[in-house]
T-cell receptor
Framework: QKEVEQNSGPLSVPEGAIASLNCTYS??????FFWYRQYSGKSPELIMS????GDKEDGRFTAQLNKASQYVSLLIRDSQPSDSATYLCAVTPGDSWGKLQFGAGTQVVVTP | GAGVSQSPRYKVAKRGQDVALRCDPISGHVSLFWYQQALGQGPEFLTY????????KSGLPSDRFFAERPEGSVSTLKIQRTQQEDSAVYLCASSFRQGNTEAFFGQGTRLTVV
């Protein structure tokens, strides 16, 4: 079992709709959670970080964290074709100095 | 520079050849990370530096892999006697604070071993 699990997709979303991405993690003492966006052939780009239970909103993005369920999600509202990318969930394990454990990513395709 | 800079962007190596990959982090960033990303997978942690100190090298896959950051800025990842399974994108990331993982990634070096 991988430490960080994501559905690989592709997740097809109509333009203007909400894209919902899910991530589960295995290390109960993980403290920091991140969402990265990666366009094909490009490097990961940090879009959201969340550290405490609840919701965190930034523009069209909302991250949700539930540590009891070991679950973190990302919502993308008003999806645009430019949101088509792979979204990587990343977690800092409890015993680390700051390294990230990544999921394999969920590919999102926004269709006009 | 404005971002994390990696060179070369692409490297083709013959099996058995040694390679050196360079990372120039964002100026003033204390933490530096190396990751390996295979096609269709998320990045896998290799090693972490805080300034010049290598605090975690648990992800280095074998003793053929070696990383250094002698002056606490530029870092080099060296792979000796490359094998085909070393083919991947090698990503460098840096962050401002110690252990802070709000890290910014470079464009990566795509290594192909033939």
């Amino acid at each position: 079992q991988k430490e960080v699990e994501q559905n690989s997709g592709p997740l097809s979303v109509p333009e203007g709709a909400i894209a919902s991405l899910n991530c589960t993690y295995s290390d109960r003492v993980s403290q920091s959670f991140f969402w990265y966006r990666q366009y094909s052939g490009k490097s990961p780009e940090l879009i959201m970080s969340i550290y405490s239970n609840g919701d965190k909103e930034d523009g069209r993005f909302t991250a949700q964290l539930n540590k009891a369920s070991q679950y973190v999600s990302l919502l993308i509202r008003d999806s645009q074709p430019s949101d088509s990318a792979t979204y990587l969930c990343a977690v800092t394990p409890g015993d680390s100095w700051g390294k990230l454990q990544f999921g394999a990513g969920t590919q999102v395709v926004v269709t006009p | 520079g404005a971002g994390v800079s990696q060179s070369p962007r692409y490297k083709v190596a013959k099996r058995g050849q040694d390679v050196a990959l360079r990372c120039d982090p964002i100026s003033g960033h204390v933490s530096l990370f190396w990751y390996q990303q295979a096609l269709g997978q998320g990045p896998e942690f290799l090693t972490y530096f805080q300034n010049e100190a290598q605090l975690d090298k648990s992800g280095l896959p074998s003793d053929r892999f070696f990383a250094e950051r002698p002056e606490g800025s530029v870092s080099t990842l060296k792979i000796q006697r490359t094998q085909q399974e070393d083919s991947a994108v090698y990503l460098c990331a840096s962050s401002f604070r110690q252990g802070n993982t709000e890290a910014f990634f470079g464009q990566g070096t795509r290594l192909t071993v033939v």
